[in-house]
């Protein structure tokens, strides 16, 4: 892979990627998107990264953040901590994560439906809506000094939702509405897939990286909330703290390994405006910096 003078990753004039989304929520404080990008070139390294981390761990099966609640020797979750070793040291070489932290308590739930409308159906509303918001910036973010950067595929962790619910078609609808000159989306709908590779026979290998983004949001998500005191769960964020310490301190260091590969992003920074939720967000309404509730596996800090 080609460097460049401070021995990152060289920028492409081109680049066609995939995309594997996944989310957390928690409570009725914050909703996260997590979105892997991968270059389709990229595709089979990671591929292969994610299933040495397998055999080290000798666990083949599917992994599923939320329902790690064995010993801290399973080999369950000698396999989570391998996939964040694996994040940490090595996945930046490849791709590139975006997570996104909706504040849901600066949204105004009144303007995603009247008040007829059930609280589910406002918040599959909202969750398009800042799907939508994730996947435009994470776009804009890491490619907008490209020429061109072309989405092969989505891909999203198949869940149970309304017969009318848009998100498989409606967000990729308004990105390309917008009609950014270098950003190009060849598939018309987000492909959802189980994340059991065992039992998605189309999609097997995809539904691998489903399960990562799925253990990286969960443990990211555990660093900032700190919301199980389980020690299996308090062990994983212990390893993912040290990254998402340097990137909420500064993700602007071009030192870092992580510059231009990872963000965390929280929106908005104070309530919005009804105006304000449907236009184009300002800048000044992303931040970055968050109180920690994980401090460290020993001491554990729970003011926000």
């Known amino acids: 892979m080609k460097k460049d003078l401070f021995g990152k990753p060289a920028t492409k004039r081109m680049e066609s990627i995939l995309v594997f989304h996944d989310e957390r929520r928690y409570g009725k404080e914050w909703l996260y998107h997590g979105l892997l990008a991968i270059p389709v070139e990229n595709f089979k390294d990671v591929l292969q990264g994610l299933n040495l981390c397998r055999d080290s761990a000798k666990y083949y099966r599917e992994l599923h953040f939320c329902k790690i609640t064995e010993e801290k020797y ?24 975006y997570f996104f932290g909706v504040c849901c308590q600066n949204i105004n739930y009144d303007v995603f439906g009247d008040s007829k409308d059930k609280r589910s159906q406002k918040d599959f509303r909202i969750y398009n809506r ?3 918001m994730a996947l435009f910036s994470m776009l804009r973010f890491f490619f907008k000094n490209q020429d061109k950067v072309t989405v092969s595929e989505i891909f999203s962790h198949a869940s149970d ?26 598939t018309s709908r987000v492909t959802q897939i189980s ?30 909330d700190c919301s199980s005191k389980k020690e299996c769960f308090v062990e994983l964020a ?6 998402v310490r340097e990137i909420t301190s500064n993700q602007y260091n071009w030192r870092s390994d992580y510059y231009k590969r990872y963000i965390l992003n929280f929106f908005p ?5 009804v105006k304000e939720i449907y236009s184009e967000p300002r800048p000044a309404m992303f931040f970055y910096k968050r109180n920690l509730k994980l401090t460290n596996k020993d001491q554990l800090d729970f003011g926000f």
Not at 83 to 96: E, P, Q, S, V
Not at 238 to 243: F, G, S
Request: net charge positive.
């Open 195 to 224: 994340s059991n590779h065992e039992k998605e026979d189309a999609y097997s290998s995809e539904s691998q990286c489903i399960q990562f983004i799925d253990c990286i949001i969960g443990s990211i998500g555990q660093v900032l």
């Open 269 to 273: 920074r104070k309530a919005l405006e």
């Open 161 to 186: 939702r309304p017969g009318e619910d848009p998100f498989p078609h409606h967000p990729i609808y308004k990105i390309k509405k917008r009609k950014v000159k270098n950003i190009h989306i060849d």
């Open 74 to 97: 399973s080999n369950k979750i000698k396999l989570a901590r391998e996939w964040i070793k694996y994040f940490r040291n090595k996945y930046y070489n490849a791709g590139y994560l």
């Open 238 to 243: 212990d390893l993912m703290l040290p990254l």
């Open 130 to 132: 800042f799907f939508e």
